[in-house]
């Protein structure tokens, strides 16, 4: 059975260190499209200058989109 419920504090710091690994990795990026991004994820790439574009879009739109919004 599938369980939302965060068990402890070890899954949700594992679950932190992933989207800290995450945004390391987009070091140097201006954006990143993403179908969905967290708030505090979010906040976080705006705070480093990377612009979070939230779409559902086929590939090519979600491009044009986030050029756009650039």
């Known amino acids: ?10 899954e949700c710091g594992e679950k932190e260190d992933k989207i800290e690994r995450i945004i390391a990795a987009l070091n140097g990026c201006s954006g990143v ?3 969905r ?3 505090e994820p979010a906040k976080k790439l705006t ?3 990377i ?3 939230n779409t559902y ?4 739109d ?6 756009e919004a650039m």
Not at 57 to 60: A, C, T
């Open 33 to 35: 499209i993403a179908m």
């Open 62 to 67: 979600a491009v044009k989109k986030a050029a």
């Open 1 to 10: 059975m599938w369980s939302s419920t965060v068990r402890g504090e070890e």
């Open 57 to 60: 879009d086929m590939i090519e």
């Open 51 to 53: 612009k979070p574009v």
């Open 47 to 49: 705070k480093l200058g």
């Open 37 to 39: 991004i967290g708030m």
